[in-house]
Every structure is written in structure tokens, then in C-alpha cells.
């Protein structure tokens, strides 16, 4: 499927995230498996545009995102079938359909972590979380957060002046500022190297409530794990928290005085056992790097080759013994697109990603701009 085919999905009447996740489970074939699937609304609305574009309420969001992509630079719309989609979010019980995305699309490759916590925080928070971003971006992590006032804002600043990667999911159109006083930020996010803007809403949303614990889902659904810098009894960091749990990731906070009112929440997680004590990097590191090493490419891999490497081809990577697999045999050391893996392969496109999704956590493959290549084994 096409970006316009997903985005068309996507605004089907009376279909969410997680109705289309649970059909997109039965491996409908495009387009006649989705009008056998759908419910009557649904599947009348997606014939009327299949038959008759011009006649479709649901082609105006085409128009439209193709308006915006061509108004500005870096603008992209990204879907299970984009070379560019995270794999990690088709884990979730109700991934996004559709994703805008603003800003530099490498920021979604590499090991990401979430760094979530007050709106408000201390000195202390302050600190820790420009200390922990910084520390992180410095060894290839992406800091994911919100783009929210306090330590997200805090976090996402400090891992871009570190020379970072870093992306921030809203909960509004990417072209909206919310809240307004990270205009900065946002303008930030959406130019400079390293940052992205995403959000599942098209642009020219604005935000409102409801929106805001949907985008908490995508924050931890990219990431390896979460980080609670600060968090009240009653804070919103602990629906990422809990989201964090509930989506199998590992769920990391920070110590804090018991005598501050910021760092209670994080108490309480520490209290009832859900999550990891950090005292430094080196923590999350040690429970998450076993993941994280199937992200990062060898310290070799960004080094200009030599006279005498320019001369030679790439060594393929050894396939895994017994395992004749069709996917590693139709990818090399240059991108291939994950359509074109389809067509090698004849296999169904979800069961192509899920395979992908396996052999990127054993260290076989990884997604690089352009598609999927397989990774040099030592």
C-alpha cells in the first residue's frame, strides 16, 4: 500500500487505531480484502474513493497532505510501508496508522530512550535531566519526549546542543505550536540535524486533552525504555509509566529527597517494584544495551573507507547457519525498500516487517535511508 492508500485508511469513518491494527492482523490483501473486512460505512466510503476520487470526502486529506508536503522542506508522511516507519511501534496493541513527520527522518534510526517527568521540576531536575540527554545523545541515543514545558522541553534541548538526535511527539498537527512558549523548540526540531517532529494527527490540529495520553503511547512505543526524571503523586509522566510496563519496555527513574513533592511519583514506582533505579547512564546502558547494540552501527561504519577498501566490494554478511532466510538473501549492504523486499520475497507485507523486526533484534539488519540493508557479522 501506497502513502495514499494509508492515509485514506486512516480516515475511514468509525475505524481507530486499534480496529484497524486487529484487521491489519488478518492480512487483508489490498484493496478487496479491506472491503470485505470493513464494516458497511466504512467499506461503502473506501469503494465510493477507489471508484470515484474526485467524488470522496476522503481524497480532500489527500490534497491536503500533499499541500503541506510541498509548502515546506522535510515534511513526509510515514506508514507500515515507508522505509522510514520505527518497527518498534507495530509491538503496540494500537500503533498509529499514519505519522507526519517534520525535520531529520535519521532521527528515528539508532537506540531511543523516553525522557518524561514534571512540568515543573526542581534545580535539581533541571539539571539531571540536561545531564542525562546530554550523556545519552554523546553515545548515539535518541532522547523521545513530548515537547511538553518542563523536562521534556529540558531533555530535548539539551540532547540537540550536545549534537544529538531527538524527537518530539505532539499532540497536535506537526505544524502547530503547543505549547507556544517552545516556539524555539519546535522551529528547532523541525530544521535543525538530528530533530523530528511527529504526530498522528494531520497538520493544522489543534491540541486538546484527549490527545495528549493517545500521544504518550507513541513516546514509549518508540523507545527501548522510559526515564521518569520528576513526577508527582498525580503526574502525567506515570501514563507513560505506565504505558512503558504495559508495552513489555523497561521503565528506569530517578532517586529524589523524600521531601520533594516532584520526585513522589518516582518514590511510589520505586515502591511498588515497576521500575529500575538510575544513578547514571551507565544504568540504563547496562539493562538496555544488549537492545540497543542491534541499533548502533560499528565504530567503523561512518569512517571514510581507504584507497585500498574503495577497491574492493562489500563483503556480504554470513547468513545464519540452517536458515536459508529469503529476506537476508534479497538485502545487501545497500538499502533496499521494504516494497521491493515484497516483491523478492512474495511475502505478505506484515509478516515481511515482523521478520525484519526479529532479525534487526538479532543484529541481522537495520532500516538506513533507503530501506533495509544486512549488517557486517563479525
Known amino acids: 500500500m501506497d502513502a495514499q492508500a494509508w492515509l485514506v485508511v486512516n480516515a475511514l ?14 492480512q487483508p490483501q489490498w484493496p478487496e480484502g479491506w472491503l470485505a473486512a470493513l464494516p458497511s460505512r466504512a467499506a461503502s466510503e473506501l469503494r465510493l474513493w477507489l471508484d470515484h476520487p474526485s467524488r470522496s470526502p476522503l481524497q480532500k486529506v489527500i490534497y491536503e497532505t500533499l499541500a503541506w508536503q510541498r509548502s515546506g522542506h522535510s515534511r513526509h508522511v510515514l506508514h507500515r510501508d515507508h522505509p522510514a516507519w520505527p518497527a518498534l511501534l507495530n509491538e503496540l496493541p494500537d500503533p498509529p496508522v499514519v505519522l507526519w513527520a517534520q525535520g531529520d527522518l535519521s532521527a528515528l534510526e539508532g537506540p531511543k530512550l523516553a525522557m518524561v517527568g514534571t512540568r515543573r521540576p526542581t534545580s535539581e531536575g533541571t539539571h539531571n535531566a540536561q545531564t542525562f540527554a546530554r550523556d545519552l545523545a554523546r553515545r548515539g541515543w535518541c532522547v523521545v519526549s513530548g515537547m ?12 540537540l546542543n550536545a549534537g544529538g538526535r531527538t524527537i518530539g511527539v505532539l ?14 523548540l519546535h522551529e528547532q526540531l523541525g530544521r535543525q ?32 525504555g522510559t526515564l521518569v526524571v520528576e513526577a508527582t503523586e498525580k503526574s502525567g509522566s506515570l501514563v507513560s509509566a505506565r504505558l512503558t510496563i504495559e508495552q513489555n519496555r523497561e521503565l528506569f527513574v530517578l532517586p529524589g529527597s523524600l521531601h520533594n513533592v ?11 517494584g515497576s521500575a529500575h533505579l538510575a544513578c547514571s547512564v551507565d544504568d540504563i546502558i547496562a539493562d538496555l544495551g544488549h537492545w540497543a547494540e542491534t541499533f548502533i552501527p560499528p565504530d567503523n561504519a561512518t569512517q571514510p573507507a581507504s584507497p585500498e577498501q574503495a577497491e574492493k566490494p562489500p563483503e556480504q554478511t554470513p547468513l545464519p547457519e540452517a536458515l536459508p532466510d529469503p529476506l537476508l538473501l534479497s538485502l545487501s549492504a545497500t538499502p533496499t525498500p521494504i516494497d521491493l523486499l515484497v516483491h523478492a520475497t512474495g511475502m505478505a507485507v506484515s509478516d515481511c516487517q515482523q521478520r525484519l523486526l526479529m532479525l534487526e533484534l538479532e543484529g541481522w539488519v537495520t532500516q538506513q535511508a533507503g530501506g533495509w540493508v544486512r549488517l557486517p557479522r563479525p
Open 193 to 224: 540535524p538530528g530533530g523530528l517532529l511527529l504526530s498522528e494527527h494531520p497538520p493544522g490540529t489543534l491540541a486538546r486533552p484527549a490527545f495528549f495520553p493517545r500521544r504518550n503511547r507513541v513516546v514509549t512505543g518508540l523507545s527501548l
Open 171 to 184: 499532540g497536535c498537527g506537526v505544524d502547530v505550536i503547543y505549547p507556544a512558549s517552545n516556539r524555539d
Open 148 to 159: 511538553a514545558l518542563g523536562v521534556d522541553g529540558v531533555a530535548q534541548r539539551a540532547a
Open 262 to 272: 516532584q520526585a513522589r511519583g518516582c518514590l511510589t514506582l520505586l515502591r511498588q
Open 13 to 26: 469513518p468509525g475505524m481507530g487505531a486499534l480496529r484497524i491494527a486487529q484487521l491489519l492482523a488478518r
